[in-house]
């Protein structure tokens, strides 16, 4: 199955009441298990990866990963750019055959913000790529970014926020957290408050650390996305590390990355159904 048009990805997901996981990648075994994971749920979903991460995987090389990753696959899966740290990684990820992009510019004051993340979507809207904003902060560790704010999202500025920008999807932060050093502490009653005003879908950073109900309850509120990236993680590192510590002379990369990507695979499928359920 080809990489499949964002836009077609959110409407599949709303037509059949599907939460679509993002799952990080990095690398060829990372973006491969991930596919294999998804595609044996029988569940969508997508492969993303962030402008951090791109330092090791330049756009075209990650479009051309995820094509060969999807050659057998039979579910709709998008590959989206996330936390797009400036105006031209997000063209290049669009240049390459990205399917989703997400502007991260939520550091900056409002209206530089939205005029950010306008630029984006003029961009990605002429070749029918729909984008993902963020409005807040969310505490933790991005990858080797670490942010120790932690500013909700205002529901007094998201229906402007959203008619300003034209973006498709809204990142929010409820105490959602980024990694798995801090405890999150997600705010319901809030999330439900802006769903109520958003005209778009919500999308929820952190899904790691959160607890299933949580998110399964969350579903009822117009989420539409949520992202996990430190689980996939730990299942690939943790498969090298337990080889190591078993036989410190254990060096075989090729038999040990098959051996992640099944991990990574497992972990995926199992998260993507539970969200699901």
């Given at each position: 199955?080809?990489?499949?048009?964002g836009?077609d990805?959110?409407?599949?997901?709303?037509?059949?009441?599907?939460?679509?996981?993002?799952?990080n990648?990095?690398n060829?075994?990372?973006?491969?298990?991930?596919?294999?994971?998804?595609?044996?749920?029988?569940l969508?979903?997508?492969i993303?990866?962030?402008?951090?991460n791109?330092r090791?995987?330049?756009p075209?090389?990650?479009?051309?990963?995820?094509k060969?990753?999807?050659?057998?696959n039979?579910v709709?899966?998008?590959?989206?750019?996330?936390?797009?740290?400036?105006?031209e990684?997000?063209?290049?990820?669009?240049?390459a055959?990205f399917?989703?992009?997400?502007?991260?510019a939520?550091?900056?004051?409002f209206?530089?913000?939205?005029?950010?993340?306008?630029?984006a979507v003029?961009?990605?809207h002429?070749?029918?790529?729909?984008?993902?904003?963020?409005?807040?902060c969310l505490?933790?560790?991005e990858e080797?970014?670490?942010n120790?704010?932690?500013?909700k999202?205002?529901?007094?500025?998201?229906?402007d926020?959203?008619?300003q920008?034209g973006?498709?999807?809204?990142?929010?932060?409820?105490?959602?957290v980024?990694g798995?050093?801090?405890?999150?502490k997600?705010d319901l009653p809030?999330?439900?408050?802006?769903s109520k005003?958003?005209?778009?879908?919500?999308?929820?950073?952190?899904?790691?650390g959160?607890?299933?109900?949580?998110?399964?309850?969350?579903?009822?509120f117009?989420?539409l996305?949520?992202?996990?990236?430190?689980?996939?993680?730990?299942?690939?590192?943790?498969?090298?590390?337990r080889?190591?510590e078993?036989?410190?002379?254990?060096c075989?990369?090729?038999?040990?990355?098959?051996?992640?990507v099944e991990?990574?695979s497992?972990?995926?499928?199992?998260?993507?159904?539970?969200?699901?359920?």
């Amino acid at each position: 199955m080809k990489i499949v048009n964002g836009f077609d990805l959110m409407k599949y997901a709303q037509d059949h009441h599907y939460m679509l996981p993002a799952f990080n990648t990095t690398n060829l075994e990372m973006t491969y298990a991930i596919a294999k994971g998804l595609n044996k749920a029988k569940l969508p979903g997508y492969i993303q990866i962030s402008s951090n991460n791109l330092r090791l995987s330049d756009p075209e090389a990650i479009v051309y990963l995820t094509k060969k990753a999807l050659a057998d696959n039979d579910v709709p899966i998008g590959l989206h750019l996330d936390h797009g740290k400036s105006y031209e990684d997000v063209k290049a990820c669009v240049n390459a055959g990205f399917t989703s992009i997400m502007i991260d510019a939520s550091h900056l004051p409002f209206e530089e913000n939205i005029e950010e993340v306008k630029r984006a979507v003029e961009y990605c809207h002429f070749y029918n790529v729909p984008v993902e904003a963020e409005l807040g902060c969310l505490q933790g560790k991005e990858e080797d970014i670490v942010n120790e704010a932690d500013a909700k999202t205002d529901p007094d500025m998201v229906a402007d926020f959203v008619a300003q920008t034209g973006c498709d999807l809204l990142a929010v932060a409820v105490g959602n957290v980024h990694g798995l050093d801090i405890e999150p502490k997600v705010d319901l009653p809030l999330l439900e408050q802006i769903s109520k005003i958003s005209p778009v879908p919500l999308v929820m950073h952190g899904g790691s650390g959160i607890p299933f109900d949580i998110i399964q309850k969350a579903r009822e509120f117009n989420l539409l996305k949520v992202n996990y990236g430190s689980d996939l993680r730990k299942a690939f590192v943790s498969t090298f590390g337990r080889a190591y510590e078993a036989n410190h002379n254990a060096c075989s990369v090729i038999e040990l990355s098959i051996e992640a990507v099944e991990n990574v695979s497992e972990k995926a499928a199992e998260l993507v159904t539970i969200i699901n359920s």
